[in-house]
């Protein structure tokens, strides 16, 4: 990944250019760690430079999320996959391109099955998720928290 965009403060220029990372992956067997390690430099990145808060659970859930949709591609899908973060407001905006137009679906909760959970615990952390065909491929996009919200905390 190389980061392609970066805001130098969190005022107006943000709203033309807000800290991104993106990257195409070339398919290797080292993608998946890739992108994961890189997602939570990025993130650490937005907390140092840019002074926003960014947990400890968000790095997690972002580290996750990439590592579940580049999985994703490299099982299902021909060709590179094309992972981009971005913050927008309080969030971070995944996506992950490649080039297969089929949609992803989770399946049906079934604890006697193995495998094939990372669609539905990638849903149930994401503040979003939509999945969208392109001209050549399809686009997932999760958007995540930065912080932790208060209101899921233990009691």
Not at 75 to 90: C, E, F, N, Q, T
């Amino acid at each position: 990944m190389t980061e392609s965009d970066a805001g130098k403060d969190r005022g107006t220029e943000w709203a033309d250019r807000p800290p991104r990372i993106a990257s195409a992956l070339c398919g290797d067997g080292d993608d998946i760690a890739r992108a994961r390690r890189l997602s939570a430099d990025f993130l650490a990145r937005v907390r140092t430079e840019h002074g926003l808060d960014v947990s400890h659970r968000a790095v997690d859930l972002t580290r996750l999320v990439v590592g579940e949709l580049v999985t994703n591609v490299r099982k299902y899908a021909p060709g590179p996959a094309s992972p981009d973060l971005r913050i927008v407001g309080d969030a971070v905006v995944i996506t992950v391109r490649d080039r297969d137009p089929v949609l992803p679906v989770a399946r049906a909760a079934d604890v006697g099955r193995v495998g094939q959970h990372g669609l539905e615990i990638v849903m149930s952390v994401a503040r979003s998720f939509e999945a969208r065909r392109e001209p050549v491929g399809k686009r997932i996009t999760v958007t995540l928290a930065l912080t932790d919200d208060p209101g899921d905390a233990p009691t």
